[in-house]
């Protein structure tokens, strides 16, 4: 299957700080997806992005789709302590059945 | 009330027994999932119904057995399973097989003694 790597794998950052992620892929995609999984939790949808250059934003969120089609960025602006957890990137092409995953950045927001 | 929901939370049980967890769904969708979760791995997808029949099994041992008897619903039957099998179950929805948007269930957190 397609292999979706995040970097990085796990960040520690003060609160108030920006952060940034992001997510490569040896293939491209039509569909750049950006989910948080909260502890104990399943993963929520953020972000979704159509079309290559894209830049979506949600609230301190912005994610933009890469313009290769085999990327995508996640950035999250003056950073709280509820942002802690497992962001995804997931990737999906048009016509094809199921999503393709990434392995996750583990987020730690020192208060 | 919360669009996917998932029972139970947590379950812990011996190798020889059978549980099942169970997945209901509340928004109008036509496909469901079942996702493993463990430790530093990426969402590995187990199985799909899309308008109740069964679409995918990603070579999921037959331990594992799943149920959709309707669209709103889907069961995971577990029996003899091994320790590795500890991981977090998570189920899914979206409105069809092949839409992207997947919504998820809070998951069952699943321990094989």
């Known amino acids: 299957g397609q292999q979706l790597n995040q970097s990085p794998q796990s960040m520690f950052i003060q609160e108030g700080e920006d952060v940034s992620m992001n997510c490569t892929s040896s293939?491209?995609?039509?569909?750049w997806l950006w989910y948080k999984q909260d502890p104990g939790e399943g993963p929520v949808l953020l972000i979704a992005?159509?079309?290559?250059?894209e830049l979506t934003s949600n609230g301190r969120l912005t994610a933009q789709f890469g313009i290769t089609r085999k990327d995508s960025f996640l950035n999250i602006s003056a950073s709280i302590p509820s942002d802690v957890g497992i962001y995804f990137c997931?990737?999906?092409?048009?016509?094809?059945?199921?999503?393709?995953f990434g392995t996750g950045t583990r987020l730690t927001v020192i208060p | 009330e919360t669009g996917v929901t998932q029972t139970p939370r947590h379950l812990v049980m011996g190798m020889t027994n059978k549980k099942s967890l169970k997945c209901e769904q509340h928004?109008?969708?036509?496909?469901m999932y079942w996702y493993k979760q463990s430790a530093k791995k990426p969402l590995e997808l187990m199985f799909v119904y899309n308008f109740k029949e069964q679409t995918e099994n990603n070579s999921v041992p037959s331990r594992f057995s799943p149920e959709c008897p309707n669209s709103s619903h889907l069961f995971l039957h577990l029996h003899t399973l091994q320790p590795e099998d500890s991981a977090l179950y998570l189920c899914?929805?979206?409105?069809?097989?092949?839409?992207?948007?997947?919504?998820f269930g809070s998951g069952t957190q699943l321990s094989v003694l």
């Open positions: 928004l109008g969708h036509n496909a």
């Open positions: 293939s491209i995609f039509n569909t």
């Open positions: 997931a990737g999906h092409l048009t016509g094809a059945n199921n999503l393709f």
């Open positions: 899914a929805s979206s409105q069809r097989q092949g839409y992207e948007k997947l919504f």
């Open positions: 992005l159509y079309k290559a250059g």
